[in-house]
């Protein structure tokens, strides 16, 4: 399935976001709209805008209040993102260079407030308290699975509990919160609000497993940046920790983790580790249940479109590769 199919009854509603995140980060200060620029060269899924605009056209939701949302949506999204890249110093994000490796760290955190800043002065003037509490609530999960994750770098006791309890405040708290205010956008009765929520919540869970095993399984030029990065960096997902607790050279992995300064030689070693094991299997397994819980939890009072839509995003990222 293609990507511009999976979100066709959102073409014109994202057609319209991306024309006004042009204009929103245009800023007096000429370096602010470069850097905004060449974020947005860098394109992306534009996931939870989307995610955000089909569940408002479960109802009534007014498209003079749905879009400058879904900009900011996509707004604070860029901002996590440049922010990302400064903590894990990376070089390369989607085949482009990062902001920080552009204009180094100090500009880019800046820059990625000033992103924050734009979302929220959007929602403030369009979105109305409810949808600042969740968006503010989401970013206190994001940083706390952030800090969480610094805290436990290249630590090897780490369990499949405490990367389920991170990859939920990081991403699937997000793409929860962006389904919930689709919702709320659309007038849902207060079962379906929740609903689309959890929702999100799984979709947002396998979603990030799948994306953590495209740094073991797929190529540098299929995801934009180098394999093994995560693990180079003491990030440990979940093919990781499963590997460590479930293949009989555990010890071997778990010790070349520990020792933190992994050379090329020992990434490729500690890749190797874990594809010898069903770590792969397991983990698309584990995603495969929460996106079981993901279409079970739709409503079925939705209108047949959108029903229809969020199955295929749940069956494309089941079988996304990239």
């Known amino acids: 399935m293609k990507h511009d199919s999976l979100f066709a009854l959102a073409h014109g509603e994202l057609a319209a976001v991306e024309k006004e995140l042009a204009s929103v980060i245009n800023s007096q200060v000429e370096l602010v709209t470069e850097i905004g620029c060449h974020l947005l060269r860098a394109g992306g899924k534009r996931l939870r805008p989307a995610l955000y605009i089909l569940c408002s ?3 009534r939701a007014e498209r003079t209040t749905t879009l400058p949302v879904a900009v900011a949506i996509e707004l ?13 110093n990376a070089a390369t994000r989607r ?29 403030a003037a369009h979105g109305g308290v409810e949808a600042l509490q969740v968006l503010t609530k989401t970013i206190c999960a994001i940083c706390e699975g952030e800090i969480s994750q610094a805290r436990d770098l290249f630590n090897p006791e ?13 991403t699937a708290d997000f793409i929860a919160a962006s389904c919930e205010l689709g919702a709320l956008s659309a007038g849902l009765p207060a079962a379906d609000v929740y609903a689309l929520r959890q929702y999100g919540r799984a979709i947002g869970m396998a979603f990030q497993i799948t994306d953590d095993l495209l740094d073991i399984t797929a190529s540098s030029d299929q995801v934009g940046k180098p394999v ?19 293949s009989p050279h555990g010890e071997e992995l778990r ?9 090329d030689v020992d990434i490729e070693q500690g890749l ?28 079925t009072a939705l209108p047949g479109d959108v029903l229809k839509s969020l199955k295929d995003i749940a069956d494309f990222i089941g079988l996304r590769k990239y």
């Open 272 to 299: 190797a580790l874990i594809r010898d094991t069903d770590a792969v299997e397991y983990c698309y397994r584990r995603a495969g249940e929460y996106l079981a819980t993901a279409r079970r939890s739709l409503p």
């Open 76 to 88: 604070i999204h860029m901002a996590t993102l440049v922010h990302d890249d400064v903590i894990d």
């Open 57 to 59: 056209k479960s109802g």
């Open 255 to 263: 010790r070349l983790i520990a020792a933190r300064a992994m050379s």
């Open 95 to 123: 085949g482009l260079a990062t902001a920080n490796a552009c204009w180094g760290n100090s500009v880019s955190v800046l820059a990625g407030d000033f992103l924050f800043a734009k979302a929220f002065a959007l929602v």
């Open 228 to 246: 093994g990065n995560d693990l180079r960096q003491g990030v440990l997902t979940l093919p990781v920790i499963y590997a460590m607790h479930n």
């Open 158 to 170: 780490q369990t499949e509990e405490t990367y389920l309890a991170r990859i939920g405040q990081k």
